[in-house]
C-alpha cells in the first residue's frame, strides 16, 4: 500500500468517525432539549422522556435545526409559555456543546 493509500485511508476513517458523532451528539443534543422543554411544559419522568424522543424524531423532518425549534417553539406556545426563535437557538447551541463533551467522556 502507497503512502498515498494509507493517508486516503486514514481520513476516510476520520470523516466517519467524525460524521458517526456528529450524529450521535445531535440526536443528545435534542433528547437534551426535549428535556429541557418538558420541564417548561411542566412534564416529568415517563411523559418527559416521551415528550423528549418526539423532539428527537421532529429532526427528521428536514434537514438543519428549524424543524426542531419549530416543534418545541410551537409547543411552547400552546401551553401559553412562548420563548423567542433566539433563545431556542442559543439553548440548542449551547446543549451542542454538552452533548459533545458528554459524549466524548464516555456519559
Sequence with gaps: ?????ERKDAFERKF??????????????????G???AAQLGKEGADAESYAKSVVLADFEESGDADVI???RTDLEGAGKPVGEREL????EE???????????GR
Excluded at 445531535?26 to 437534551?32: D, E, G, V, Y
Excluded at 437557538?89 to 440548542?92: A, C, M, P, T, Y
Excluded at 446543549?95 to 467522556?105: F, N, S, T
Design 1 to 5: 500500500m502507497t503512502t498515498f493509500d
Design 89 to 92: 437557538e442559543r439553548n440548542l
Design 95 to 105: 446543549l451542542m456543546i454538552r452533548a459533545v463533551d458528554e459524549i466524548k467522556a
Design 70 to 72: 419549530r416543534k418545541v
Design 16 to 33: 466517519a468517525l467524525d460524521e458517526e458523532l456528529r450524529f450521535k451528539a445531535t440526536a443528545r443534543r435534542n433528547r437534551l432539549f
Design 35 to 37: 428535556l429541557w422543554a
